[in-house]
């Protein structure tokens, strides 16, 4: 039986954790070469060793790369089609929360980080990405937004505007792209308990996180975090040729969360 991913070239921002690691898992399973980017080398490594212990076979390019320097984004796009030649499918998922405060008491300098990272890191990839996909005439991209860019979460001025922003990027670059044989599309994940979400309940609950984090969940339909594996399985569909049609548009993955309000 062939793979979804078998001779795709597959590239993956904030790839050293979270979302990044588990999407990565998947394709690769799938066939997938990868490219592999984050901020932290070590966690690219461990990304790597964990990959190779599902699919020995796999074809992975490690690049260590801070995607709020536009010359650092073309850099790990150049590198990734100097080795494979291509790239069918771009995971823009590289992001950050920020220190969470009420918009008076909120940092400007915090706010602007978090946008460089998490809105000025995905436009660059778009823009790098796309200008390859359009030469080859096609390609999928999957833009990591978040509940927090589709309504307001609260304490997360940098987060929401960044993240509503990833949202009006996607769609635009959608309308753009689509006659060129590329689709474009967002994930909205809720609360899943990855180490950064791990981080978010630490700031609000210290040594007693795990039960703010039972409070937390309790608004959901669902009762409970998302795991990080429930994204990956959704990423990569959305990477895979099943996936062509879906396009400018965004798909929320938080247990029904967003349609309760």
Known sequence: MSNRFDDQVVLITGAGS?????????????GAKLSLVDLNSNSLEETKKLILEVAPEAEILLLTANVAEEAAVKNYVDETVNKYGRIDGFFNNAGIEGKQNLTEDFGS??????????????????????????????????????????????????????????VGLTRNSGI??????????????????????????????????????????QPNPMKRFGKPEEVGYLVAFLLSDQANFINATVIPIDGGQSDKY
């Open 176 to 217: 753009e792209y689509g006659q060129y044989g590329v689709s474009i599309k967002a994930i909205a994940p809720g609360a899943i308990m990855t180490p950064m979400v791990e981080g978010s309940l630490k700031q609000m609950g210290g040594d007693n996180w795990e039960e703010v984090g039972k409070e937390f969940v």
């Open 18 to 30: 979270g979302l990044g690691q588990v999407s990565a898992l998947q394709v690769a399973k799938e």
């Open 109 to 166: 300098d915090e706010f602007s980080k978090v946008v460089s990272v998490n809105l000025n890191g995905v436009f660059y990839g778009l823009k790098h990405v796309l200008a390859v996909m359009k030469k080859q005439g096609s390609g999928s991209v999957v833009n990591t937004a978040s509940v927090g860019g589709i309504r307001g979460v609260g304490n997360q001025s940098g987060y929401a505007a960044s993240k509503h922003g990833v």
